[in-house]
């Protein structure tokens, strides 16, 4: 037994700002900084992504971090290295595809990769290509290791699903904004608010962290003030890690920019709550 | 066959199959299995009859089973082909593109969306689309755009637009990913149509349902031709639709309804062996370090893991990265492979073997040397196989090899692979060199 998760903490309280980065992107030593700095920005709970060959529910800037990450050398043993070697208090979610959990250890099944995972401080998992009709054997893992399962509930998710996913669910719920892949847009989508009435309605007291489009300090502070418990931001933080990689910008540079975008969405964040609370009546 | 197993069962083969896909995606595969379980299986509003109709009307079925009289001779066996070549669109492809556009026409869906590797799934899936008219666009890895810009521009002169894929080696496995993609932000009003036996569930089950009609006549012109069932089946495996297209009524027979009782009372399936033929490529070596497998055996050489939403026989490395394959078919160009086929390969039904690069191309100029039929690049693996046989009675009496399509998207490839070769009986390629060398 390696303890319990810290992800409930992450919601207690203010809204949570959850940023994500892919794991070695564009390299192991840099990225070890990025992640630091978004700790330093206020993230209250990270995504970190542990790379895959086929990330299907990425769009472009998330798939191009992971093709850097991958020939940059990240593997699955590198990436727990990373997570051990990690300066951060914040409570970590591995973000990454069945395939690798699945293969991890001897025997095939995804114990063997939760066990491990949590003895290096991972508290959840959320696992894109892996909907509630194939979780049950990550679940039990968790339950085993005291580890949290984050589900994703989608637009398209209907009122039966979105129960199975609420019972499955652990952590919280990652309530995707708008359809199709990750990536960071100019709005935030109306499905938003729906999503999280119909969350609502459930009666589940897991927190909603909204993502997919997220960029800018006034998406976060609109998606808190709709009813969110948190924000979930990628896209937009790689694109940063992207350009001081490509135009060879000092790893501290990027490091401090990744803070101030940071600050930002953790700012809006925070302007959400009093904006709902000036909404309410 | 059980209820449950005609059904598609829970969508498991065994260990394999499953759903594993992204959320957002869910609701449209429940709404595609209900569709699948009401149209395809119990022929609601007819759907299986005007299927029928069309397959015949503009598919140009039944194709036809015919006697390879040079191959009999040079092998010492009875060699037939089935010869799916002479489908409308050139290929088998048309079987399965047709059935799911109509399929989606039922359901109301407005756009059809296709990822392609050779390109023969998407020229089958513009010509359904455009047959019932439905906008659709085809993702197509770069790599494979340029080995086979005959079916890019026959695609594009049916309407359907055609998306490069640059990420990755640009192969079909990258253009699964992509369309997958636009699947998952259109699927409210788009249907993906999969180009093999691969993908969550239904979509393998239903895909083999479409190219059933291969099986069942292979059946039915085998004992017209020749009194009985043949001894072997042998077909080209890519993702694995033309094998489970005619090896279907072998391993359960009378699956639809509909099927000619024929084929059913020709009993005996047992006794058939069934071939799935691998890319072997350039070798069954894999460079680990690199990431890369120089074939596409994945029956063969693959190991149990989780690509393109089902559980099944993937090339992958030993953390689970997905493994680059190789083979000089672009349509056999696949790390994984559908996982009825991968179960039905475990349970010892059905043979995984493999042949290189070189006996395909080998087999390619054989075949229309012999027969006057020049075959896919896919299909030359499935007759290569036969010569790879030092005493092809073996196989024997009466050997059925699935013709799964015609060689003109490949002639480009095939001057190039050929230039590159010592093959002992490709024609002399000297005409071929142009004043700017070859092409
Ligand atoms: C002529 C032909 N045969 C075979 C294949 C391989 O696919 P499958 O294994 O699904 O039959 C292809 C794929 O494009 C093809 O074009």
């Given at each position: 037994?390696?303890?319990?998760?810290?992800?409930?903490?992450?919601?207690?309280?203010?809204?949570?700002?959850?940023?994500?980065?892919?794991?070695?992107?564009?390299?192991?030593?840099?990225?070890?900084?990025?992640?630091?700095?978004?700790?330093?920005?206020?993230?209250?709970?990270?995504?970190?992504?542990?790379?895959?060959s086929e990330p299907i529910a990425e769009g472009p800037t998330i798939q191009q971090?992971v093709v850097?990450?991958?020939?940059?050398?990240?593997?699955?043993?590198?990436?727990?290295?990373?997570?051990?070697?990690?300066?951060?208090?914040?409570?970590?979610?591995?973000?990454?595809?069945?395939?690798?959990?699945?293969?991890?250890?001897?025997?095939?099944?995804?114990?063997?990769?939760?066990?491990?995972?949590?003895?290096?401080?991972?508290?959840?998992?959320?696992?894109?290509?892996?909907?509630?009709?194939?979780?049950?054997?990550?679940?039990?893992?968790?339950?085993?290791?005291?580890?949290?399962?984050?589900?994703?509930?989608?637009?398209?998710?209907?009122?039966?699903?979105?129960?199975?996913?609420?019972?499955?669910?652990?952590?919280?719920?990652?309530?995707?904004?708008?359809?199709g892949v990750t990536g960071?847009?100019?709005?935030?989508?109306?499905?938003?608010?729906?999503?999280?009435?119909?969350?609502?309605?459930?009666?589940?007291?897991?927190?909603?962290?909204?993502?997919?489009?997220?960029?800018?300090?006034?998406?976060?502070?609109?998606?808190?003030?709709?009813?969110?418990?948190?924000?979930?931001?990628?896209?937009?933080?790689?694109?940063?890690?992207?350009?001081?990689?490509?135009?060879?910008?000092?790893?501290?540079?990027?490091?401090?920019?990744?803070?101030?975008?940071?600050?930002?969405?953790?700012?809006?964040?925070?302007?959400?709550?009093?904006?709902?609370?000036?909404?309410?009546? | 066959?059980?209820?449950?197993?005609?059904?598609?069962?829970?969508?498991?083969?065994?260990?394999?199959?499953?759903?594993?896909v992204p959320?957002?995606l869910?609701?449209?595969?429940?709404?595609?299995?209900?569709?699948?379980?009401?149209?395809?299986?119990?022929?609601?509003?007819?759907?299986?009859?005007?299927?029928?109709?069309?397959?015949?009307?503009?598919?140009?079925?039944?194709?036809?089973?015919?006697?390879?009289?040079?191959?009999?001779?040079?092998?010492?066996?009875?060699?037939?082909?089935?010869?799916?070549?002479?489908?409308?669109?050139?290929?088998?492809?048309?079987?399965?593109?047709?059935?799911?556009?109509?399929?989606?026409?039922?359901?109301?869906?407005?756009?059809?969306v296709a990822e392609t590797g050779?390109?023969?799934h998407g020229?089958?899936?513009?010509?359904?689309?455009?047959?019932?008219?439905?906008?659709?666009e085809i993702y197509m890895g770069r790599r494979d755009i340029?080995?086979?810009?005959?079916?890019?521009?026959?695609?594009?002169?049916?309407?359907?637009e055609v998306n490069p894929v640059d990420i990755g080696r640009g192969t079909l496995k990258e253009a699964i990913n992509e369309t997958m993609r636009d699947w998952a932000t259109t699927v409210?009003?788009t249907?993906y149509v999969i180009g093999?036996?691969?993908g969550?569930?239904?979509?393998?089950?239903?895909?083999?349902?479409?190219?059933?009609?291969?099986?069942?006549?292979?059946?039915?012109?085998?004992?017209?031709?020749?009194?009985?069932?043949?001894?072997?089946?042998?077909?080209?495996?890519?993702?694995?639709?033309?094998?489970?297209?005619?090896?279907?009524?072998?391993?359960?027979?009378?699956?639809?309804?509909?099927?000619?009782?024929?084929?059913?009372?020709?009993?005996?399936?047992?006794?058939?062996?069934?071939?799935?033929?691998?890319?072997?490529?350039?070798?069954?070596?894999?460079?680990?370090?690199?990431?890369?497998?120089?074939?596409?055996?994945?029956?063969?050489?693959?190991?149990?893991?989780?690509l393109h939403g089902?559980?099944?026989?993937?090339?992958?490395?030993?953390?689970?990265?997905i493994?680059?394959?190789?083979?000089?078919?672009?349509?056999?160009?696949y790390?994984?492979?559908?996982?009825?086929?991968?179960?039905?390969?475990?349970?010892?039904?059905?043979?995984?073997?493999?042949?290189?690069?070189?006996?395909?191309?080998?087999?390619?100029?054989?075949?229309?040397?012999?027969?006057?039929?020049?075959?896919?690049?896919?299909?030359?693996?499935?007759?290569?196989?036969?010569?790879?046989?030092?005493?092809?009675?073996?196989?024997?009496?009466?050997?059925?090899?699935?013709?799964?399509?015609?060689?003109?998207?490949?002639?480009?490839?095939?001057?190039?692979?050929?230039?590159?070769?010592?093959?002992?009986?490709?024609?002399?390629?000297?005409?071929?060199?142009?004043?700017?060398?070859?092409?």
């Amino acid at each position: 037994m390696s303890g319990q998760s810290h992800i409930p903490a992450a919601f207690d309280g203010e809204p949570a700002f959850v940023p994500y980065l892919a794991a070695g992107d564009p390299n192991y030593e840099a990225s070890l900084e990025y992640v630091e700095a978004l700790e330093r920005a206020g993230a209250d709970c990270i995504e970190l992504g542990l790379p895959f060959s086929e990330p299907i529910a990425e769009g472009p800037t998330i798939q191009q971090a992971v093709v850097r990450a991958l020939e940059g050398g990240m593997t699955v043993e590198r990436y727990f290295e990373f997570v051990s070697e990690l300066d951060v208090d914040t409570p970590l979610v591995c973000m990454t595809y069945y395939n690798l959990i699945y293969r991890y250890g001897d025997e095939e099944g995804p114990e063997p990769f939760v066990e491990r995972a949590a003895a290096e401080g991972i508290d959840g998992f959320v696992v894109p290509d892996l909907p509630a009709e194939e979780a049950g054997p990550l679940r039990e893992a968790c339950d085993e290791h005291g580890r949290d399962l984050v589900s994703i509930v989608a637009p398209t998710t209907g009122e039966e699903r979105l129960q199975r996913l609420v019972d499955l669910s652990s952590g919280y719920l990652y309530i995707q904004a708008r359809l199709g892949v990750t990536g960071a847009r100019a709005s935030v989508s109306d499905r938003t608010s729906e999503s999280l009435a119909r969350v609502a309605e459930t009666g589940t007291d897991l927190p909603r962290a909204v993502g997919f489009g997220i960029s800018s300090f006034e998406q976060a502070r609109d998606v808190i003030a709709a009813g969110a418990d948190g924000v979930i931001v990628g896209s937009a933080l790689v694109d940063i890690v992207a350009e001081g990689h490509e135009t060879d910008r000092p790893v501290a540079e990027t490091a401090a920019e990744l803070e101030e975008l940071g600050r930002e969405l953790k700012e809006g964040a925070l302007a959400g709550t009093e904006t709902e609370a000036s909404q309410a009546d | 066959m059980s209820e449950q197993q005609r059904r598609g069962g829970d969508g498991k083969f065994g260990e394999y199959g499953g759903q594993y896909v992204p959320e957002a995606l869910m609701p449209a595969i429940e709404e595609l299995t209900d569709a699948y379980e009401r149209y395809v299986l119990d022929n609601e509003d007819g759907f299986m009859d005007e299927f029928r109709e069309r397959l015949r009307d503009f598919g140009g079925r039944p194709t036809p089973l015919g006697r390879a009289d040079q191959l009999s001779e040079r092998y010492g066996v009875e060699v037939y082909l089935k010869r799916e070549d002479l489908l409308h669109g050139g290929a088998h492809k048309l079987n399965n593109a047709l059935g799911q556009c109509l399929l989606a026409k039922y359901m109301g869906k407005e756009r059809i969306v296709a990822e392609t590797g050779a390109g023969q799934h998407g020229t089958a899936t513009a010509m359904a689309a455009a047959h019932l008219d439905m906008p659709c666009e085809i993702y197509m890895g770069r790599r494979d755009i340029n080995r086979q810009r005959p079916n890019v521009f026959r695609m594009r002169i049916n309407g359907a637009e055609v998306n490069p894929v640059d990420i990755g080696r640009g192969t079909l496995k990258e253009a699964i990913n992509e369309t997958m993609r636009d699947w998952a932000t259109t699927v409210e009003t788009t249907h993906y149509v999969i180009g093999s036996i691969v993908g969550p569930h239904p979509f393998p089950s239903m895909v083999r349902d479409f190219h059933r009609p291969i099986s069942a006549e292979t059946k039915r012109q085998s004992i017209d031709a020749f009194g009985r069932l043949p001894d072997a089946v042998v077909a080209c495996a890519g993702g694995g639709s033309n094998t489970m297209g005619i090896f279907s009524e072998f391993v359960d027979a009378g699956g639809l309804p509909g099927t000619d009782p024929a084929t059913n009372e020709a009993g005996a399936e047992d006794d058939v062996d069934l071939y799935a033929v691998e890319a072997g490529g350039s070798s069954l070596a894999v460079d680990e370090e690199r990431g890369v497998a120089p074939n596409s055996a994945s029956l063969s050489t693959g190991t149990e893991g989780v690509l393109h939403g089902a559980r099944t026989k993937v090339l992958q490395d030993a953390d689970g990265q997905i493994m680059e394959s190789h083979s000089v078919s672009s349509g056999l160009d696949y790390a994984g492979v559908g996982p009825e086929l991968a179960n039905l390969v475990d349970e010892g039904r059905v043979d995984a073997v493999n042949v290189d690069d070189d006996a395909a191309l080998e087999a390619f100029h054989r075949l229309s040397q012999a027969e006057g039929i020049i075959p896919a690049l896919e299909t030359a693996h499935a007759l290569a196989y036969l010569e790879e046989h030092d005493d092809p009675s073996e196989l024997g009496e009466y050997v059925v090899v699935n013709v799964s399509g015609r060689g003109d998207k490949d002639l480009e490839s095939a001057i190039e692979e050929t230039a590159t070769r010592d093959l002992p009986n490709a024609p002399e390629m000297g005409v071929f060199e142009g004043e700017g060398g070859l092409r």
